[in-house]
């Protein structure tokens, strides 16, 4: 059972946008980042939204966050079939002092 | 380039201990807190232990008192001890570098660890 809550899996047709909701609380993304990761099948995480909103570089603007109060979520425009990844909230609990990932979300491109 | 590389997983018997260690290159090892995240086959990511440059130390609950994290600025090395292993962490562990405000920019390729008799 995760402190962040994702739905365990979205799909949408290419070209379409999908959208992924990461719920917490007032211990974690109520007062603290919330980064966003990707890992494709069989590679390791990949950074693609920090602090928020925030995207490293190489990153495409395909992909965009937001947050309020204790939910972020997860935009990606333009779907390709490239994008069909595992995706995951993350941020620190003040209750917990810790680290603590959601549960992850299946992209699955139709 | 940046490279994470971890070394030292492998089969283990229940009860055993395992060391890990993460050597780093193409950043400024010393100036970033570094992490062991692992994901168990079929599951998702799991945050375990970090330590910051000023060598403070978190662990996840799920390994406090049996894994102990730590870094070798001068080797631009990162370790994880892990003792009285059971089959629950049996994973793969990668090691994520953190440049601030607790996002993990670089991530090595993960080290396979089995915990079975």
Redesign the interface.
Known sequence: QSVLTQPPSVSAAPRQKVTISCSGSTSNIGINYVCWYQQLPGTAPKLIIYEDYKRPSGIPDRFSASKSGTSATLDITGLQTGDEADYYCKTWDSSLSGKVFGGGTKLTVL | DVQLVESGGGLVKPGGSLRLSCAASGFSFSAYAM?W?RQAPGK????VS?IGSGNDK????SVRGRFTISRDNAKNSLYLQMNSLSAEDTAVY?C?GEPG?????H????TLVTVSS
């Open positions: 992490n995240v998702g990511l799991e945050w970090s978190y662990y996840a609950a990668y994520a405000n607790s996002y993990f920019l991530w090595g390729q993960g």
